[in-house]
């Protein structure tokens, strides 16, 4: 899945977009998508100055956007009426740094999968080396029912 149909399918856009591919995808079951990292992501100029780090959060949203594309697919949510938001997330651990220039590999599989609340597990890797890992949730809602 390239950029394009990533477009057509999250409502996410610059600077919050943080998927770049989808490399693999089965149904109900599992996704691999990736995330080019690049000096230019606007976060890094305030973290780290001299030291640019991503951060933590970044990668989870990564990780949910990646998920997201899963659930929108997997449940045959219609694209435009519906959002995937975030719910929660457990566990998360960050074991090695993500640097501008790294390609993040995000693999989420599902643990179960619902329109009112998914859960799924999430790994990112660099070089093929895990650098965070959690339990993500999420839940698909109208996108009429989160405006104010």
């Given at each position: 899945?390239?950029?394009?149909?990533?477009?057509?399918?999250?409502?996410?856009?610059?600077?919050l977009?943080?998927?770049?591919?989808?490399?693999?995808?089965?149904l109900?079951?599992?996704?691999?998508?990736?995330?080019?990292?690049?000096?230019?992501?606007?976060?890094?100029q305030?973290?780290?100055?001299?030291f640019?780090?991503m951060?933590?959060?970044?990668?989870?949203?990564a990780?949910?956007?990646?998920?997201?594309?899963?659930?929108?697919?997997?449940l045959?949510?219609?694209?435009?009426k519906?959002?995937?938001?975030?719910?929660?997330?457990?566990?998360?651990?960050?074991k090695?740094?993500?640097y501008?220039?790294?390609?993040?590999?995000l693999?989420?599989?599902?643990?179960?999968?619902?329109?009112?609340?998914?859960?799924?597990?999430?790994?990112?890797?660099?070089?093929?080396?895990?650098v965070?890992?959690?339990i993500?949730?999420?839940?698909?809602?109208?996108?009429?029912?989160?405006?104010?």
């Amino acid at each position: 899945m390239d950029i394009n149909e990533i477009l057509s399918i999250l409502p996410h856009r610059y600077p919050l977009l943080l998927v770049d591919r989808i490399t693999e995808i089965e149904l109900g079951k599992r996704i691999v998508g990736l995330k080019n990292v690049s000096i230019n992501e606007p976060y890094f100029q305030g973290h780290f100055p001299g030291f640019p780090l991503m951060p933590g959060v970044y990668i989870l949203e990564a990780m949910a956007q990646v998920g997201g594309i899963l659930m929108i697919r997997s449940l045959q949510l219609e694209i435009g009426k519906y959002a995937i938001v975030f719910a929660g997330v457990d566990d998360a651990r960050f074991k090695k740094p993500v640097y501008p220039g790294d390609q993040l590999i995000l693999e989420l599989e599902v643990v179960s999968l619902k329109k009112s609340l998914s859960k799924m597990k999430g790994i990112a890797k660099v070089d093929g080396q895990v650098v965070a890992e959690a339990i993500l949730y999420a839940s698909a809602r109208e996108l009429s029912q989160l405006k104010r």
